[in-house]
């Protein structure tokens, strides 16, 4: 047995045969004291109801506390899981609010306003938060608390009954608490949780340390706890039907020995029949007789605790049970007596916690789901009441409003929206669908029902775009939804569309809605719309007549609202992808701007846009040679995620581009170590993804210039770079650095037919920038030797393709092509063209090959010393080996 056991009998019958469990944590304890440096832990203790996982947490304390540790500690409700950040909250908010303001803001830093909210130490802003933004805020409350507070263990319990929200953040924190000095201790029933929170428990348990299901008292260790408790006079026939009726469940074994004081039965075989009787009246049907036996009003105060939930206090508990105090406090003795509620432990109580609260959860779901259902409805509505008018909010009643039968009452759907609101303004948008969504029940009336189908599409677009269209549509056909904001709601239906890969259905919801409207700035919103999926999701083959129209219609723009500037944006974006002039790219992309700067309105974290015109400026800039640009756009993006804590798929795009922008300079360490970073952030947001392509496809590029051909190849292998392609384009072309990956790893034949693919791919689209979609180089190169005069005709199409672009960088790629495939004199012409043309360009790396192979095709020391330096500089460990190698062989150098 174990030593040291408390002396209360509940807790002493949950610590039986708990040395493995006890040893485990005293282990992980000192693993963490071991220095502030240690890496922090999980420890997950599985086991059905009673079978005394709370007093296991309890004792964890005690040691920890013993110990010289912080401890902080929370459990999931039954009643309170739609309650988002509760388990969260109940953790980490006494931990702040003993703080000053000043000292939180601190401690918190560019998180205060992202998580702070969530924790209800701060009020929302003014723009949506992002979830995993939120979540990453909250790990990093936790990582810097940890240092003030180390060692810091943190307690979980019953945590299958933890919202979704702090499951989320749970699972986020264990995949990291090998950089963080903390202790997780979880305590949780094996079932009783489905969906979602199941798997996020089924994360959180895999990176736990291994325990064993707790297991149920022996025959041996209920019998000591019998004659410990009853007598050492109970016989063995008596202990040992104590064990067969319970199970060996401590917490049932606990309550059948206190019934046998009660009840002075004596504890030998003539009395071990009696057992079962006793059994069953601490539970279930028996417990509902038993609370009964107790009167009316006991029965009324219970109900009304059971449908709180949490926050039980005397003073609340009257108001719903509507008695006078005085037979309040009289009812809260009485079930105290009976063993079905107590007082909360005052050293442990925290910020929210009440005076009272039930002995054990079975007993609070027993009594819960013994109220008649018209009556637990009723208590539900008053409890919203008496929330709402404590000025809590509506987020706070509307875990009791989900519970209200339907009943066409439109200041019940306000409040539903409002909560809704509330819970989009702290990074909770499952919560803030659970109460649109019973708003319908009610259902709105008709001049509203519209309105909170949109705003139920809206909160639902990020995380499932078939129900975002179900809604938005449902919206549409009904009356309700007008001007700007029926505008808005066309605009997210072919969002969720595109999402769904259904872009021709999107591309007809917008002009179809446009064809509705008069002229006037909706329209033009539809019809920038109408380009911008068409540019960003070309397809298979060319529209016919996309580009003219998007040009005539680009043409009447002056920029004087958003939606000309975004159509300006479009049209430099087209021009760029097919390879006509850059100067005129770079005319329409700054007559897009205000101040040389975004437009209020149209910046990284506006919704009414979103991030896809602004990414097409700043690669239409980047192509265009126009770097400065480029880069200041993408420092924006990453600056602006990085402060408004958006942390999923936005910052790994700003990352990606971040990215984009050094592998243009030629800056390729810088460029690798930001695209592994965007694949880092995106393998938590989803593979399979625009984004995801996004990043694969410019890594792999990087790589490649770095000379880190086998590094390439694994990463294409890791996040599936190959066909099929996705819709979405993604720069540069993806079947270019496909093929060229193939090339690269000695599969020539794969690489050619890639790169032909890429060839009619582009054709097909109108693609013809040579810069943009790369394949024409690497083919004429592939071929040279094979087919030369199909390869001296891509060499040409690529050279007027780059003279028609007209930046150095295509310019001078061009021109080293077409060198690489002549020898002597003109090889060596070409190339000092090229050099010249490239020395000009921003993309340092291009130079320095074009430097490296001038050298090589001229014999020339110097021209190599000056490519070797480039090279150096770029990262490009490839080509600093090529030119070290022939400046060491030396035959023939001048």
Same mark, same amino acid.
């Given at each position: 047995?174990?030593?040291?056991?408390?002396?209360?009998?509940?807790?002493?019958?949950?610590?039986?045969?708990?040395?493995?469990?006890?040893?485990?944590?005293?282990?992980?304890?000192?693993?963490?004291?071991?220095?502030?440096?240690?890496?922090?832990?999980?420890?997950? #203790?599985?086991?059905?109801?009673?079978?005394?996982?709370?007093?296991?947490?309890?004792?964890?304390?005690?040691?920890?506390?013993?110990?010289?540790?912080?401890?902080?500690?929370?459990?999931?409700?039954?009643?309170?899981?739609?309650?988002?950040?509760?388990?969260?909250?109940?953790?980490?908010?006494?931990?702040?609010?003993?703080?000053?303001?000043?000292?939180?803001?601190?401690?918190?830093?560019?998180?205060?306003?992202?998580?702070?909210? $969530?924790?209800?130490?701060?009020?929302?802003?003014?723009?949506?938060?992002?979830?995993? /933004?939120?979540?990453?805020?909250?790990?990093?409350?936790?990582?810097?608390?940890?240092?003030?507070?180390?060692? *810091?263990? *943190?307690?979980?319990?019953?945590?299958?009954?933890?919202?979704?929200?702090?499951?989320?953040?749970?699972?986020?924190?264990?995949?990291?608490?090998?950089?963080?000095?903390?202790?997780?201790?979880?305590?949780?029933?094996?079932?009783?949780?489905?969906?979602?929170?199941?798997? @996020?428990?089924?994360? &959180?348990?895999?990176?736990?340390?291994?325990?064993?299901?707790?297991?149920?008292?022996?025959?041996?260790?209920?019998?000591?706890?019998?004659?410990?408790?009853?007598?050492?006079?109970?016989?063995?026939?008596?202990?040992?039907?104590?064990? $067969?009726?319970?199970?060996?469940?401590?917490?049932?074994?606990?309550?059948?020995?206190?019934?046998?004081?009660?009840?002075?039965?004596?504890?030998?075989?003539?009395?071990?029949?009696?057992?079962?009787?006793?059994?069953?009246?601490?539970?279930?049907?028996?417990?509902?007789?038993?609370?009964?036996?107790? /009167?009316?009003?006991?029965?009324?105060?219970?109900?009304?605790?059971?449908?709180?939930?949490?926050?039980?206090?005397?003073?609340?508990?009257?108001?719903?049970?509507?008695?006078?105090?005085?037979?309040?406090?009289?009812?809260?003795?009485?079930?105290?007596?009976?063993?079905?509620?107590?007082?909360?432990?005052?050293?442990?109580?925290?910020?929210?916690? +009440?005076?009272?609260? #039930?002995?054990?959860?079975?007993?609070?779901?027993?009594?819960?789901?013994?109220?008649?259902?018209?009556?637990?409805?009723?208590? !539900?509505?008053?409890?919203?009441?008496?929330?709402?008018?404590?000025?809590?909010?509506? $987020?706070?009643?509307?875990?009791?409003?989900?519970?209200?039968?339907?009943?066409?009452?439109?200041?019940?759907?306000?409040?539903?929206?409002?909560?809704?609101?509330?819970?989009?303004?702290?990074?909770?948008?499952?919560?803030?669908?659970?109460?649109?969504?019973?708003?319908?029940?009610?259902?709105?009336?008709?001049?509203?029902?519209?309105?909170?189908?949109?705003?139920?599409?809206?909160?639902?677009?990020?995380?499932?775009?078939?129900?975002?269209?179900?809604?938005?549509?449902?919206?549409?056909?009904?009356?309700?939804?007008?001007?700007?904001?029926?505008?808005?709601?066309?605009?997210?239906?072919?969002?969720?569309?595109?999402?769904?890969?259904?872009?021709?259905?999107?591309?007809?919801? &917008?002009?179809?809605?446009?064809?509705?409207?008069?002229?006037?700035? /909706?329209?033009?919103?539809?019809?920038?719309?109408?380009?911008?999926?068409?540019?960003? !999701?070309?397809?298979?083959?060319?529209?016919?007549?996309?580009?003219?129209? =998007?040009?005539?219609?680009?043409?009447?723009?002056?920029?004087?609202?958003?939606?000309?500037?975004? =159509?300006?944006?479009?049209?430099? #974006?087209?021009?760029?992808?097919?390879?006509?002039?850059?100067?005129?790219?770079?005319?329409?992309?700054?007559?897009?701007?205000?101040?040389?700067?975004?437009?209020? +309105?149209?910046?990284?974290?506006?919704?009414?846009?979103?991030?896809?015109?602004?990414?097409?400026?700043?690669?239409?800039?980047?192509?265009?040679?126009?770097?400065?640009?480029?880069?200041?756009?993408?420092?924006?993006?990453?600056?602006?995620?990085?402060?408004?804590?958006?942390?999923?798929?936005?910052?790994?795009?700003?990352?990606?581009?971040?990215?984009?922008?050094?592998?243009?300079?030629?800056?390729?360490?810088?460029?690798?170590?930001?695209?592994?970073?965007? @694949?880092?952030?995106?393998?938590?947001?989803?593979?399979?993804?625009?984004?995801?392509?996004?990043?694969?496809?410019?890594?792999?590029?990087?790589?490649?210039?770095?000379?880190?051909?086998?590094?390439?190849?694994?990463?294409?292998?890791?996040?599936? #770079?190959?066909?099929?392609?996705?819709?979405?384009?993604?720069?540069?072309?993806?079947?270019?650095?496909?093929?060229?990956?193939?090339?690269?790893?000695?599969?020539?034949?794969? /690489?050619?037919?890639?790169?032909?693919?890429?060839?009619?791919?582009?054709?097909?689209?109108?693609?013809?920038?040579?810069?943009?979609?790369?394949?024409?180089?690497?083919?004429?190169?592939?071929?040279?030797?094979?087919?030369?005069?199909?390869?001296?005709?891509?060499?040409?199409?690529?050279?007027?393709?780059?003279?028609?672009?007209?930046?150095?960088?295509?310019?001078?790629?061009?021109?080293?092509?077409?060198?690489?495939?002549?020898? +002597?004199?003109?090889?060596?012409?070409?190339?000092?063209?090229?050099?010249?043309?490239?020395?000009?360009?921003?993309?340092?790396?291009? !130079?320095?090959?074009?430097?490296?192979?001038?050298?090589?095709?001229?014999?020339?020391?110097?021209?190599?010393?000056?490519?070797?330096?480039? $090279?150096?500089?770029?990262?490009?460990?490839?080509?600093?080996?090529?030119?070290?190698?022939? @400046?060491?062989?030396?035959?023939?150098?001048?």
């Amino acid at each position: 047995m174990t030593e040291d056991r408390p002396g209360a009998a509940a807790a002493s019958a949950s610590l039986w045969e708990r040395e493995a469990e006890l040893d485990a944590i005293k282990e992980a304890i000192d693993d963490l004291r071991e220095d502030r440096a240690s890496r922090g832990s999980l420890l997950v #203790f599985t086991g059905e109801a009673g079978i005394g996982k709370t007093a296991l947490l309890a004792e964890a304390r005690r040691l920890a506390e013993e110990r010289g540790c912080a401890v902080w500690s929370a459990r999931g409700g039954e009643t309170v899981t739609s309650v988002p950040f509760n388990v969260v909250r109940q953790l980490m908010q006494p931990v702040f609010l003993s703080l000053m303001p000043d000292e939180a803001r601190e401690y918190l830093g560019d998180w205060y306003d992202v998580a702070g909210p $969530a924790l209800g130490i701060a009020a929302p802003g003014d723009r949506l938060a992002d979830p995993q /933004g939120v979540c990453d805020g909250l790990i990093a409350a936790v990582s810097r608390l940890a240092r003030r507070d180390w060692p *810091l263990v *943190l307690l979980i319990d019953d945590a299958h009954w933890a919202d979704q929200e702090t499951l989320h953040w749970l699972a986020a924190l264990a995949e990291r608490l090998g950089e963080l000095s903390v202790l997780v201790v979880v305590a949780r029933r094996p079932a009783d949780v489905t969906g979602e929170r199941a798997c @996020l428990l089924d994360e &959180v348990a895999a990176t736990a340390r291994p325990t064993a299901p707790l297991s149920a008292l022996t025959p041996e260790a209920t019998a000591g706890l019998t004659r410990a408790t009853v007598g050492e006079h109970a016989d063995a026939p008596f202990c040992r039907e104590a064990w $067969a009726v319970t199970g060996g469940n401590p917490y049932e074994t606990v309550e059948l020995l206190a019934k046998v004081q009660d009840s002075q039965l004596e504890p030998v075989e003539s009395s071990a029949a009696e057992l079962r009787a006793l059994n069953r009246s601490a539970r279930g049907r028996g417990l509902v007789a038993r609370l009964e036996g107790l /009167g009316l009003d006991a029965t009324r105060f219970a109900w009304a605790a059971a449908v709180l939930g949490t926050g039980i206090t005397v003073e609340l508990v009257a108001t719903l049970a509507t008695m006078r105090p005085e037979e309040a406090v009289r009812c809260a003795r009485l079930l105290g007596a009976a063993r079905i509620l107590t007082e909360t432990d005052r050293t442990t109580r925290q910020v929210g916690d +009440g005076e009272l609260e #039930f002995v054990h959860p079975l007993i609070a779901t027993a009594v819960y789901q013994s109220i008649p259902p018209a009556m637990r409805t009723a208590l !539900h509505g008053v409890a919203a009441e008496a929330v709402t008018a404590s000025g809590l909010g509506a $987020a706070a009643a509307s875990r009791h409003l989900l519970k209200v039968h339907p009943d066409d009452d439109p200041e019940l759907v306000e409040q539903l929206r409002e909560a809704a609101r509330e819970h989009l303004a702290i990074g909770a948008p499952d919560a803030a669908r659970r109460c649109l969504e019973r708003a319908l029940l009610e259902p709105p009336e008709p001049g509203v029902h519209a309105e909170v189908l949109y705003e139920l599409g809206c909160a639902t677009l990020l995380t499932s775009p078939a129900t975002t269209i179900d809604y938005l549509q449902s919206a549409l056909a009904m009356p309700g939804l007008d001007g700007d904001t029926r505008v808005d709601a066309v605009v997210r239906l072919s969002q969720a569309l595109l999402h769904n890969d259904q872009l021709q259905d999107a591309v007809r919801t &917008v002009d179809t809605e446009a064809a509705r409207l008069g002229p006037g700035p /909706g329209r033009l919103r539809l019809k920038a719309v109408h380009y911008m999926w068409q540019g960003l !999701h070309p397809g298979e083959e060319h529209l016919p007549g996309r580009s003219e129209g =998007l040009a005539a219609l680009a043409a009447t723009c002056t920029g004087r609202d958003n939606s000309e500037r975004v =159509l300006l944006i479009l049209r430099g #974006f087209d021009l760029m992808t097919r390879g006509d002039n850059a100067e005129e790219v770079v005319e329409y992309c700054d007559r897009a701007l205000v101040d040389g700067g975004l437009a209020p +309105g149209l910046g990284w974290t506006d919704t009414e846009w979103g991030i896809e015109p602004l990414l097409m400026l700043a690669s239409a800039y980047a192509y265009a040679d126009r770097l400065d640009q480029a880069e200041t756009l993408y420092a924006q993006a990453l600056r602006a995620y990085e402060s408004a804590g958006w942390s999923g798929g936005h910052l790994a795009l700003a990352h990606a581009y971040v990215g984009l922008g050094h592998r243009r300079r030629g800056r390729l360490k810088d460029a690798e170590a930001s695209l592994r970073e965007s @694949l880092r952030i995106a393998e938590r947001v989803g593979r399979g993804l625009p984004l995801y392509w996004t990043t694969t496809c410019n890594l792999v590029d990087t790589l490649l210039a770095r000379g880190h051909v086998d590094e390439a190849w694994e990463i294409a292998e890791r996040y599936g #770079f190959a066909p099929p392609y996705p819709s979405t384009i993604v720069l540069p072309d993806s079947r270019s650095l496909r093929g060229r990956l193939l090339l690269a790893t000695g599969r020539r034949d794969e /690489g050619v037919n890639e790169l032909q693919a890429a060839e009619k791919a582009a054709a097909a689209r109108g693609h013809h920038n040579p810069v943009a979609a790369p394949w024409g180089g690497d083919l004429a190169r592939a071929l040279a030797h094979e087919d030369p005069r199909r390869a001296a005709e891509l060499a040409l199409a690529v050279r007027r393709q780059a003279e028609r672009f007209g930046t150095d960088t295509a310019i001078g790629e061009a021109l080293r092509l077409a060198a690489s495939l002549e020898t +002597g004199r003109r090889a060596t012409a070409l190339y000092a063209r090229a050099v010249a043309c490239l020395e000009g360009s921003p993309c340092a790396y291009e !130079h320095a090959v074009a430097r490296v192979e001038y050298g090589i095709a001229g014999r020339s020391t110097t021209e190599l010393h000056k490519g070797l330096d480039l $090279a150096r500089d770029c990262g490009a460990d490839g080509l600093v080996a090529q030119a070290q190698r022939a @400046l060491d062989e030396g035959r023939g150098l001048r």
